[in-house]
């Protein structure tokens, strides 16, 4: 999970003083790509952060550029996952370069790959992605 700085300070900030009273629509403003895993992962902690924090937890949907941007610009505050490689040009520009967003330091490992049939698999002779670089095995495909 990653969130903006500017969002990250402004909780830090709240929750050392305390809210008082109800509070106001979309404290905070959850990005949510269109993959499901990232949807469940936004629902829980739109639920934790309410239920913990007492904060409004808005959830909007965006492609991966659009959360990143917003959150650069403060208009969205987190993104549940954010894949690495996948979206290392979005981290190195708005994390490493721009420094606007933090990435959670505590990040959980995964692995990720694609799969086929068995059948394409003998059919084509491919075993790994990089199998795809190959002309006479991407033609098949």
């Not at 959360?67 to 954010?82: L, N, Y």
């Not at 330091?105 to 795809?132: H, S, W, Y």
Request: with cysteine; net charge negative.
């Amino acid at each position: 999970m990653i969130i903006s700085k500017k969002k990250l300070t402004q909780l830090a900030v709240a929750s050392s003083i305390g809210l008082a009273g109800a509070a106001q629509s979309a404290d905070l403003v959850i990005g949510v790509p269109n993959w499901p895993s990232v949807a469940m992962t936004a629902d829980i902690l739109k639920v934790v952060i309410e239920d913990n924090y007492g904060l409004e937890v808005e959830l909007q949907n965006g492609t991966n550029p659009v959360v990143f941007e917003a959150m650069d610009g403060g208009s969205m505050h987190v993104h549940p996952e954010v894949w690495l490689p996948n979206q290392s040009n979005l981290h190195n520009t708005y994390v490493k370069e721009k420094k606007t967003v933090s990435m959670n330091p505590n990040g959980v490992p995964a692995f990720q790959g694609m799969c086929v049939t068995k059948g394409t698999a003998e059919r084509t002779g491919i075993k790994a992605l990089a199998d795809l670089s190959d002309p006479d095995v991407a033609v098949n495909f």
